[in-house]
C-alpha cells in the first residue's frame, strides 16, 4: 500500500510562482510513474504533467514551458514547479503515481491564481 501526501498548495497572483510535493509512504517498490491532475471547478479533471523510469518528463501543451515535474528518487517524492501562472490555472491538483499494477491519488492541493 502507498500512502501519498501532497503539499504547496495556495494563493498566488498572476505571474507568481509554486512548487507541489507528492511524498510517497509505504512500498514503492515497482514504481513505473506520477503525474499530476488537476481539476478546475465545474471541469473534468485533467492531466497536467508526468514523469516515468528512463523516459523524459511530458506536459500538456499549455503547461510546457511554465511546470516542471521531477522526482526525489531517493525520497521518492514528486515535485511541479509551476512558474508563470495564470488565473485559468486555478485548480484542486492531484498526485497520481502507479506501483507496479496498482494506482494511487493523493488528496488534493488547492491552487488559487488571482488576476
Known amino acids: 500500500q502507498v500512502q501519498l501526501a501532497e503539499s504547496g498548495g495556495g494563493s498566488v497572483q498572476a505571474g507568481g510562482f509554486l512548487r507541489l510535493s507528492c511524498a510517497a509512504s509505504?512500498?514503492?517498490?515497482?514504481?513505473?510513474?506520477s503525474d499530476w491532475y488537476r481539476q478546475a471547478p465545474g471541469k473534468q479533471r485533467e492531466w497536467v504533467a508526468g514523469?516515468?523510469?528512463?523516459?523524459?518528463?511530458n506536459y500538456a501543451d499549455s503547461m510546457k514551458g511554465r511546470f516542471t515535474i521531477s522526482r526525489d528518487y531517493a525520497k521518492g517524492t514528486v515535485y511541479l514547479q509551476m512558474n508563470s501562472l495564470k488565473p485559468e490555472d486555478t485548480a484542486v491538483y492531484y498526485c497520481?503515481?502507479?506501483?507496479?499494477?496498482?494506482?494511487?491519488w493523493g488528496q488534493g492541493t488547492q491552487v488559487t491564481v488571482s488576476s
Open positions: 497520481y503515481v502507479r506501483v507496479g499494477v496498482k494506482s494511487y
Open positions: 509505504g512500498n514503492t517498490n515497482g514504481w513505473i510513474r
Open positions: 514523469i516515468s523510469s528512463g523516459a523524459s518528463p
